[in-house]
């Protein structure tokens, strides 16, 4: 399935034309195209992996925490979730595995959501603000992150 990259402006747009908890990307845009089908957004989706991963298959949760906090340290300690997957992308680049490319049942790469899992964790760890602290849709570190960034 090929993928798009848009900036955040475009991305906060597109979530104001979402219906809560219905849409993805890819169903707001069928829908504002005139090409919604009246099918199910799943039934129209490729899967390229529809079975639970083999081992060594998937990056591990764990792998995405050190490009993470050197992301954020790189613009100053907080940047837009979608700047800091871009630069988790690069970082990663090889050690990424087609089963992390691929979409999962949300329309999201699997790779981004396992990513956002590590960043959930790390927000629990105290390394990054709540949600209520930063800036919308941004990831910022807090004092101890920004001591494990310096650290890595």
Known sequence: MPQIRIDDEVYAWLQGQAKPFDDT??????????????????????RTHSKAPERGQQTP???????VLAALAKHGGQASRMTVLGEVEKLLGEQLTPYDKADIKSGTIRWQKSAEWEVRVMRKEGLLKPVAQAPWGHWALTEKGQAAAKSN
Do not use: C, F, H, T
């Open 61 to 67: 949760q764990k792998a995405y925490r050190a490009p």
């Open 25 to 46: 990307p890819n169903s707001v845009l069928r829908r504002l195209a005139g090409l919604d089908d009246g099918k199910p957004a799943e039934a129209r989706m490729i």
